[in-house]
């Protein structure tokens, strides 16, 4: 099971809703836990491998930003842009990038290339409102299209692609007062595929997720 930003990654297209990471960039990562071993006692019947939580950059003290270009083999490109910053009551982190390459055809009878594309936006926005409680909220954006190879020979896949939408949401109200931290919790996911198979016919999938979590934390000391 794959979180980013904790909420739950489902994929509609996929029979068992795994969810497929290839459309996450790295730029806009602060970090990626990994829980081994089976977690679905806590995480669900798909954790039944493990469970990745990923974390998206948060705002840093004072101001900054932050331009990236990288370009590669096969007219591949990659743009990246990010503001951050960090102050008394409020912080925030936007990160946009921009990502295509022609791609290259691992059939071993044509030369067609199979291009990719990822327009992706993320976000951070934390504002205190008091000592004892905050708001924090989180989004994600990813537009992507991808062309693949068909899996014979004798398939011609020049129509092979598949365009797609992951959108997710979180939206979090902590409050800390002594021992005591309670967070309420709202996220949503949606996740579109559209399709175009190799005699140019059209499906669509599209899933979607909304969800409200309540913690209650009580510390009784550094141990429990």
């Given at each position: ?7 739950k ?20 990562i ?74 290259i ?17 993320v976000g ?62 709202y996220?949503?996911?949606?996740i ?21 979590n ?11």
């Open positions: 099971t794959v979180y980013v930003d904790g909420v990654m489902l994929d509609p297209s996929s029979p068992d809703g795994s969810f497929y990471m290839e459309n996450i960039m790295k730029n806009s602060d970090r990626v836990e990994i829980l081994k071993g089976t977690q679905s006692s806590l995480y669900g019947s798909n954790a039944i491998g493990g469970t990745i939580h990923i974390f998206t950059k948060k705002g840093r003290e004072g101001n900054h930003s932050n331009f990236e270009v990288e370009t590669g083999s096969n007219n591949t490109k990659n743009f990246n842009y990010s503001v951050d910053g960090a102050g008394n009551k409020f912080s925030y982190y936007l990160g946009l990038n921009k990502t295509l390459t022609d791609g055809s691992t059939m071993n009878d044509n030369i067609e290339k199979d291009e990719y594309k990822n327009d992706g936006l951070n926005i934390a504002y205190k409102i008091n000592n004892n409680f905050k708001l924090e909220n989180s989004f994600r954006l990813a537009d992507t299209f991808y062309e693949y190879d068909a899996v014979s020979a004798s398939s011609t896949d020049v129509n092979d692609s598949t365009d797609n939408i992951e959108a997710s949401y979180t939206l979090k109200l902590i409050q800390e007062e002594d021992k005591f931290k309670n967070t309420l919790t996220n949503k996911l949606y579109e595929r559209d399709v175009t198979e190799t005699a140019h016919t059209y499906v669509s999938y599209y899933g979607y997720r909304d969800a409200f309540f913690l209650s934390e009580y510390n009784f000391n550094l141990d429990n």
